[in-house]
């Protein structure tokens, strides 16, 4: 490590870390120098976000060293980072929606002149920065105005215009999708070219070995791998990461579906219409995964919200097993067994500051009361036994927000599971989760509809987890479905790349 400390390197050194007495960085060394950028892979749970949140001031270390151009340093807040340099994008975008591009740009360290704010001269810098990164804004409208893959940018821009010189990017594309990724990455090239020094977390192997100089690999609050591109392949990290060979066997091909047949399908869709939706017809049987594709705004997440009531049809009919209905709220849908996972499980999902277990059981605790008493052991029997049946790790008794990604994933899976649905909807079921806990949630899904003869549709953005857990394939393209129901056996993701792209 000692060669990292040349020319202003950001480094830390024997890094530990525990929570509530549990480990979780052990003697973690790592090293990011001036216009390299290091690809930082591991499941969750691994530490990854603890190792970020110590370099960016929110945690302190337990023991080791965090050094930056070779001079130590402690970090008391992210503003303490800050100063030093170093500027952190969580995947969770931290910009003020209500707030407009300037006022993001300049929140804290506002310019005036003669007292009195200088609004035409932070504009004008604004317009400049936003402009340097090919971003078409304009500096006084709200930044929720703006899609996500232009906030991502303007995020990663605003750091770098307060002296950042180390970037930590957390999953900073979970979000984007096609041209967007692409147009970010390339982002992230220029600014190493300009002597940034960048750790881009990410669980897209492809990702990271387009822009990554280095991949390091932690596994268990260690580090694995620590090694350049050339040197280590995507085999050895999957390796690495999982702690054995991957099976490549597609989830579907394991348990083999049931055929489809002609009787009525558990939910059938015909020219639903919103204010989202032009035209939906589908229809989704029991003991198949029906997977729905289509590049962001085509309707996908907008129709799994229709089913569930947000969303009022306007036109159109939906029947579940082969009666009419129209959806009222969630809890008028759950009532008929339709269930929702969400795709945005930190703003719509968990409550954070509940345990796991209270947070599986949320929805169904209305059947563990007996006199208008709460039956406490059933209840807690209930949400172990679920969480065990999804291998939920980490502290179950704390707040849940202290558990993994992947471990909060399964929580909310947990709970769908708890209310005995009928047909399961997940919208991006494996967003932001590692390999191994990605491959986990595949089996369980395709084990629900294929063993238990559960209804289930999936939305996914990654064309591949399309084609690994689906059994029937519906392309959505602006409000609207395929008139052709896809059968994934037959289709790889570079035909669903082609006709998403051609329906756009």
Same mark, same amino acid.
């Given at each position: 490590?000692?060669?990292?400390?040349?020319?202003?390197?950001?480094?830390?050194?024997?890094?530990?870390?525990?929570?509530?007495?549990?480990?979780?960085?052990?003697?973690?060394?790592?090293?990011?120098?001036?216009?390299?950028?290091?690809?930082?892979?591991?499941?969750?749970?691994?530490?990854?976000?603890?190792?970020?949140?110590?370099?960016?001031?929110?945690?302190?270390q337990?023991?080791?060293?965090?050094?930056?151009?070779?001079?130590?340093?402690?970090?008391?807040?992210?503003?303490?980072?800050?100063?030093?340099?170093?500027?952190?994008?969580?995947?969770?975008?931290?910009?003020?929606?209500?707030?407009?591009?300037?006022?993001?740009?300049?929140?804290?360290?506002?310019?005036?002149?003669?007292?009195?704010?200088?609004?035409?001269?932070?504009?004008?810098?604004t317009?400049?920065?936003?402009?340097?990164?090919?971003?078409?804004?304009?500096?006084?409208?709200?930044?929720?105005?703006?899609?996500?893959?232009?906030?991502?940018?303007?995020e990663?821009?605003i750091?770098?215009?307060?002296?950042?010189?180390?970037?930590?990017?957390?999953?900073?594309?979970?979000?984007?999708?096609?041209?967007?990724?692409e147009?970010?990455?390339?982002?992230?090239?220029?600014?190493a070219?300009?002597?940034?020094?960048?750790?881009?977390?990410?669980?897209?192997?492809?990702?990271?070995?387009?822009?990554?100089?280095?991949i390091?690999?932690?596994?268990?609050g260690?580090?694995?791998?620590?090694?350049?591109v050339?040197?280590?392949?995507?085999?050895?990290?999957?390796?690495?990461?999982?702690?054995?060979?991957?099976?490549?066997?597609?989830?579907?091909?394991? +348990?083999? =579906?049931?055929?489809?047949?002609e009787?009525?399908?558990? &939910?059938?869709? @015909? *020219?639903?219409? $919103? %204010? !989202?939706?032009?035209?939906?017809?589908?229809?989704?049987?029991?003991?198949?995964?029906?997977?729905?594709?289509?590049?962001?705004?085509?309707?996908?997440?907008?129709?799994?919200?229709?089913?569930?009531?947000?969303?009022?049809?306007?036109?159109?009919?939906?029947?579940?097993?082969?009666?009419?209905?129209?959806?009222?709220?969630?809890?008028?849908?759950?009532?008929?067994?339709?269930?929702y996972v969400?795709?945005?499980?930190?703003?719509?999902? +968990?409550? =954070?500051l509940?345990?796991?277990?209270?947070?599986?059981? &949320?929805?169904? @605790? *209305?059947?563990? $009361? %007996? !006199?208008?008493?709460?039956?406490?052991?059933?209840?807690?029997?209930?949400?172990?036994?679920?969480?065990?049946?999804?291998?939920?790790?980490?502290?179950?008794?704390?707040?849940?927000?202290?558990?993994?990604?992947?471990?909060?994933?399964?929580?909310?899976?947990?709970?769908?599971?708890?209310?005995?649905?009928?047909?399961?909807?997940?919208?991006?079921?494996?967003?932001?989760?590692?390999?191994?806990?990605?491959?986990?949630?595949?089996?369980? +899904?395709?084990?629900?509809?294929?063993?238990?003869?559960?209804?289930?549709?999936?939305?996914?953005?990654?064309?591949?987890?399309?084609?690994?857990?689906?059994?029937?394939?519906?392309i959505?393209?602006?409000?609207?479905?395929?008139?052709?129901?896809?059968?994934?056996?037959?289709?790889?993701?570079?035909?669903?790349?082609?006709?998403?792209?051609?329906?756009?």
């Amino acid at each position: 490590m000692d060669s990292a400390m040349n020319s202003g390197a950001l480094e830390v050194r024997d890094i530990e870390k525990r929570f509530s007495g549990v480990p979780v960085l052990r003697g973690v060394s790592v090293a990011v120098r001036p216009g390299e950028v290091v690809g930082l892979v591991g499941h969750n749970g691994a530490g990854k976000s603890t190792l970020l949140r110590i370099i960016s001031g929110a945690h302190r270390q337990d023991a080791g060293q965090l050094l930056v151009g070779g001079e130590e340093q402690s970090f008391s807040s992210p503003a303490d980072a800050h100063e030093a340099g170093i500027a952190t994008v969580y995947q969770e975008l931290s910009l003020l929606p209500n707030l407009t591009v300037a006022q993001n740009a300049f929140l804290g360290v506002e310019l005036r002149k003669g007292g009195i704010l200088d609004r035409a001269r932070m504009r004008r810098e604004t317009r400049e920065l936003t402009e340097s990164f090919g971003l078409d804004v304009d500096p006084d409208r709200k930044v929720r105005d703006y899609p996500v893959a232009t906030r991502q940018l303007l995020e990663v821009a605003i750091a770098t215009r307060r002296g950042a010189r180390f970037l930590l990017l957390d999953e900073p594309t979970t979000s984007l999708e096609g041209a967007q990724v692409e147009r970010f990455l390339g982002t992230v090239r220029e600014l190493a070219a300009q002597g940034f020094g960048i750790v881009l977390v990410d669980h897209k192997l492809e990702e990271l070995y387009a822009v990554a100089s280095r991949i390091v690999a932690l596994v268990d609050g260690r580090i694995r791998i620590d090694a350049a591109v050339s040197e280590v392949s995507r085999d050895d990290v999957i390796q690495a990461i999982a702690g054995h060979a991957m099976e490549h066997t597609p989830a579907r091909e394991r +348990i083999a =579906p049931p055929a489809s047949d002609e009787s009525a399908p558990a &939910l059938r869709a @015909v *020219g639903v219409r $919103t %204010r !989202a939706l032009r035209s939906v017809s589908l229809d989704a049987r029991a003991g198949r995964v029906l997977g729905l594709y289509g590049l962001v705004g085509s309707g996908r997440t907008e129709f799994l919200r229709t089913l569930i009531g947000l969303d009022p049809v306007l036109d159109g009919s939906i029947e579940l097993g082969g009666a009419a209905f129209r959806p009222r709220t969630p809890a008028h849908a759950a009532a008929q067994g339709i269930v929702y996972v969400t795709e945005e499980r930190k703003t719509d999902g +968990i409550v =954070p500051l509940l345990d796991a277990g209270a947070n599986v059981t &949320l929805p169904v @605790v *209305g059947r563990f $009361t %007996r !006199a208008g008493f709460l039956q406490r052991a059933r209840l807690r029997q209930e949400a172990v036994e679920r969480m065990d049946q999804l291998s939920v790790l980490g502290d179950r008794l704390g707040p849940v927000v202290r558990l993994s990604g992947g471990n909060q994933q399964k929580v909310l899976l947990a709970r769908a599971l708890a209310q005995k649905p009928r047909i399961l909807l997940l919208d991006e079921p494996t967003k932001g989760v590692d390999l191994g806990v990605k491959a986990q949630i595949h089996r369980m +899904i395709v084990s629900l509809a294929h063993d238990e003869g559960l209804t289930v549709i999936v939305v996914s953005s990654e064309e591949d987890e399309i084609c690994e857990i689906a059994d029937d394939i519906v392309i959505f393209a602006h409000g609207s479905t395929s008139p052709d129901v896809l059968d994934a056996s037959d289709v790889t993701p570079n035909d669903l790349r082609t006709l998403a792209w051609s329906a756009a």
